[in-house]
């Protein structure tokens, strides 16, 4: 039976992109009723591609409102009449100016994402590859002398989604009224808490390609026919990758200090047993060792334990992840498609 502790509760969604959606979705996955309101062009999702607005938006209806209309103002403040949570991306001021900020709002859980959060750049706009950059995620991405790249997923988004969705979640069982804000800003920031960390000590962090600044073997490795990662984390996995792979003793590689240390000489070493065999013979050979095959992302959805994991669904004829979460062995999703623009008038 599914498990949907938020029967009951009511959600309006005035939120687009990526992670106010993202929040609202796990919340109708949990069992809220989630309304949608989109302005009269829709979401800005939808014209991102097929994919974006399918990935965080199901099991919603959608209702269009022009918020610069006053009737269609009044008219989402008639919605929140009715609503436990009301969920916005507006930027603060903007919010505000249209009579739509926590004062105004009847919902007994306000929750506000935007970007930069309160403070200087409060009023600025922004989107996750800008909080990468400005949060310095970018800077430590990449290889050493290399091109700045962004991560290859919106990290900033689904983790701002969650810490949302978190704050909404513990504001409801408290039974009283809340505000909740959260923003890209700080969620990025939070990504980076090991760097910030070493930044405000003094030691300011750089590109390490795939390789951790802490832990030494910790990286991408070729082989005969692709690449693995491998993560020796500590001294005892590092021995018994030693002893496999049949390396001499080295003073050097003694500890994880000395093997970061010294992470460029044993890199090579590393390299050059790892280039002579094909990818399965070493996954095979360092079973119980952390080493992974570098899959593309198909690969990886079509893998036999992602599939027996029941995290890909289908919904409306095509496939899609359910909600990375499972309470008493039960898959937390939702049951129905992203709505058509407007659908619940209808």
């Known amino acids: 039976m599914a498990f949907h502790p938020l029967a009951g509760i009511r959600v309006v969604d005035l939120t687009s992109s990526l992670a106010g959606p993202a929040c609202t979705q796990l919340l109708a996955a949990l069992g809220a009723e989630v309304t949608k309101v989109e302005r009269p062009d829709g979401d800005e999702a939808r014209a991102w591609g097929p994919s974006m607005f399918f990935a965080v938006n199901a099991g919603k209806r959608s209702v269009v409102l022009d918020l610069k209309d006053p009737e269609g103002r009044a008219e989402l403040l008639r919605f929140a009449e009715n609503a436990d949570v009301f969920v916005t991306s507006l930027r603060p001021g903007a919010a505000e100016r249209l009579g739509l900020g926590p004062d105004e709002v009847p919902a007994r859980i306000y929750c506000r994402i935007d970007s930069f959060g309160p403070g200087p750049l409060g009023d600025e706009p922004g989107y996750d590859p800008l909080m990468q950059a400005f949060a310095g995620l970018l800077s430590v991405t990449g290889e050493p002398g290399g091109a700045t790249v962004r991560v290859g997923?919106?990290?900033?988004?689904?983790?701002?989604?969650?810490?949302?969705?978190?704050?909404?979640?513990?504001?409801?069982?408290?039974?009283?009224?809340?505000?909740?804000?959260?923003?890209?800003?700080?969620?990025?920031?939070?990504?980076?808490?090991?760097?910030?960390?070493?930044?405000?000590?003094?030691?300011?962090?750089?590109?390490?390609?795939?390789?951790?600044?802490?832990?030494?073997?910790?990286?991408?490795?070729?082989?005969?026919?692709?690449?693995?990662?491998?993560?020796?984390?500590?001294?005892?996995?590092?021995a018994e990758l030693a002893r496999r792979l049949e390396l001499p003793a080295d003073e050097r590689f003694a500890t994880n200090a000395s093997r970061v240390a010294h992470r460029d000489e044993l890199a090579a070493l590393l390299q050059d047993r790892l280039r002579r065999q094909p990818t399965a013979v070493w996954l095979e050979r360092l079973r119980g060792i952390p080493i992974a095959p570098v899959q593309t992302i198909r690969e990886a959805a079509e893998h036999p334990h992602t599939r027996a994991l029941g995290i890909v669904q289908t919904l409306d004829g095509r496939e899609r992840l359910a909600e990375p979460l499972r309470i008493d062995g039960e898959r937390v999703r939702v049951d129905t498609p992203p709505p058509e623009l407007g659908q619940a008038a209808r």
């Open 153 to 238: 997923v919106s990290l900033v988004d689904y983790a701002t989604a969650w810490w949302a969705a978190i704050g909404i979640l513990s504001a409801l069982q408290s039974g009283e009224r809340h505000v909740v804000e959260v923003s890209l800003f700080e969620t990025a920031l939070a990504l980076a808490g090991y760097h910030v960390a070493d930044a405000l000590a003094g030691d300011e962090p750089g590109k390490h390609g795939s390789a951790f600044p802490h832990i030494a073997p910790y990286q991408v490795f070729e082989t005969q026919d692709g690449e693995v990662m491998l993560a020796a984390a500590n001294d005892r996995l590092f």
